[in-house]
């Protein structure tokens, strides 16, 4: 039998009162929870993945390695890499997974005999889940430039990275409207020959600066910090 005492009183004066049970006083620990008490949530973050960007079949190769959060939509991820590589945002761009395809929403897919998916629907984690995971990415359907993208590293480690960074990059992105592989690789000869007959016309298509060996990094990364994420 268990024998409490209370003490409760006001200035002058002093009441004891005594309570009998029959029961033991129950341990702390066993005490139960109510269902509505407030409890810590954790909130698990995608993680950073390290993507090569590789540009298909170009002569010299163009590549770009991207740090990016994982779940990064596939709208965003498309502005990405535009900056990265150096492309203009003049055409049209899908990502292909398989037989899978995932584009702008106002995009006339029927043109092109095929489904469309969504690409704001999509994160970059969705279409790729692990290290190793691949996909392609293909900037304007006339100049066919087809980009693989891999992801070669996953960091879990970085809580609190949002956005994009350009760790390292390889040789110039060809100029729009250059006529894809082929096109590109004529108007590389054609620079090397100041005599030809039309150097003047390719030298004014790429610009007087143009060089495809070029890569500058604190520009790319500059690019990639005006991308609103």
Known sequence: MARFETS?????????????????????????????????????????????????????????????????SLDVLHEV?????GWEHCHMHQY???KTFYGESNSDEEDYGMEMLNEQDFTLRDLAPRKGSKLKYEYDFGDGWVHLLKVEQVITDEPGFN??????????????????????????????NPEHEEYDHYREWAGPNFDPAAFDLKKVNASLKRIKF
């Open 163 to 192: 956005g994009a960074e350009c760790l390292s990059g390889e040789n110039a992105c060809p100029p729009e409207d250059v006529g894809g592989v082929w096109g590109y690789a004529e108007l590389q000869e054609t620079l090397k």
């Open 81 to 85: 890499i535009q900056c990265a590589m």
């Open 96 to 98: 292909i997974v398989g």
């Open 8 to 72: 409760l009183g006001k200035p002058g004066i002093h009441l004891r009162h005594c309570v009998e049970t029959s029961k033991p006083t129950p341990a702390l620990t066993s005490l139960p929870v109510a269902d509505n008490f407030p409890r810590m949530v954790s909130i698990v973050q995608p993680p950073v993945y390290v993507l090569k960007i590789t540009l298909e079949e170009s002569t010299p190769p163009v590549s770009r390695q991207v740090k990016v959060k994982s779940g990064i």
